[in-house]
């Protein structure tokens, strides 16, 4: 489900030049079908005394020498009326109807100055407005009423997969992985929700460009009677930075698993309405025993050419070989690289731009996925949006990697705790440089 609200103007204005035929009741009102600017004079007018009703009246019928259009919406969409180059102290009230039994939908005095303004959003083609314009206490003259249609540029965009996941009860359950290309909008927030083990910690990134809508995220237990609040009570970590993508780790130290919800949405103050953003999430599997998915080590990584730390995220049920499936993402569009394991996780290697965490230590050994004709090979490629796209044939999605049950000599056994980076080429950072992702633990 979506719902726009908040719109960017793609407007056509036809200004008259001349006064617009405007009437002094609200059942003579001059008819307009258009959006546009038109001139007006209330010199002549007295005071009607119409309000309208509702919730507004009280401001309406405090409108003095008014006038009156009755306006037809030429097409579906949101709407602005203002007094915008009028010469004098404006106030300004719509009623959806027609005439004397139209309703007060909203009034205001000042928005400019002592001109006015008022929004009327979702109307559809064939709807009727009455429009009514006057002056503060005995203040009368000419102006112009702007009629302005906007565009909502988030109308059209589909919705993702997930919806609809409006809120907490709705929340769809999510594993560890990498989820691309999901949308939400300022009315249609996204939910989410996964277990956390006692003790594990979880790192949750959305990655996304926030001129296009700033994300924010918020995390609670689903128990949580605040769920679904957004920013406020109950948050166990939240992602509220004005910046582009947000990045979050929580250590669950309640003493036993944790049911969560993460909310996502789109911010108040946000210049846009809506966003697409990628979700990637690590360390949200291990509730209840068999082992966790994605527990970190070496994060954030050093952040590669772009700016951001190359992200390396996994998760169980690829039904190829191990059953592991590797994705890594926000990497350096048109470069290549290659997935590492190790039977150690251990401090940091400066290699290159970044840290190696899989050697340095006695007894650690490593292996790389880039046997060329075999299941051990994941050569790949970051495409535009810095997702890397599997080269050699080795995942059944495309992206990321499906890990064999053999690295080289070794099989992985039920039990064994394997490590993983991704490695990739940065030669935006200078010609022969390279990086890695941070490291995932991973219990099979």
Known sequence: MRISTLLIPAMTLALVSSAYSQNNTPDTAAPINTSGSFAFDTGPFTTSGFNGGGSCAGGASSINQDGFWQ????ANGDYTFD??????????????????????????????GLLSEVSLDGLAAGDTVLIQIGGFGSDSGTGSMNITHFVDPCDGVPDDAFEDNDDCASATVIGNGANTGLFVTRSDPDFYTFCVAAGASVQIDLLFTSVQGNVDAFLREASSPNCGNGAGAGILVQGFTATDNEAMTWVNTTGGDADVVLEVNINAFSATNCNQYDLVIAGAEGCGG???????????????????????????????????????????????????????????????????CLLGVPGATLFRFNIAGTPASSISQFDASGVMQNLAGTSQVGSGFDVPSA????????????????????TGAGVGESNFSNGISVTF
Not at 71 to 74: D, G, L, V
Not at 296 to 318: M, R, W
Not at 340 to 350: E, V
Request: charged residues 10%; proline residues 7%.
């Open 71 to 74: 306006w037809t919406a030429p």
């Open 407 to 426: 690295m080289q000599t070794v099989v992985i056994m039920p039990g064994e705790t394997w490590h993983f980076q991704a490695w990739h080429r940065d």
């Open 290 to 356: 068999g082992g966790s998915t994605g527990l970190l080590f070496c994060n954030p990584s050093t952040p590669n050419s772009t700016g951001n730390p190359t992200i390396l995220a996994g998760s169980f049920g690829s039904g190829v070989g191990s059953g592991l499936h590797l994705e890594c993402l926000d990497g350096v569009p048109g470069e290549f690289g290659y997935y590492l394991a190790g039977n150690m996780a251990t401090p940091g290697i400066p290699v290159s731009q970044g840290k190696l």
């Open 83 to 112: 007094t915008l180059n009028s010469n004098y102290d404006t106030k300004l009230s719509v009623h959806l109807g027609v005439g004397s039994a139209a309703t007060c939908a909203d009034y205001n005095d000042d928005t400019f």
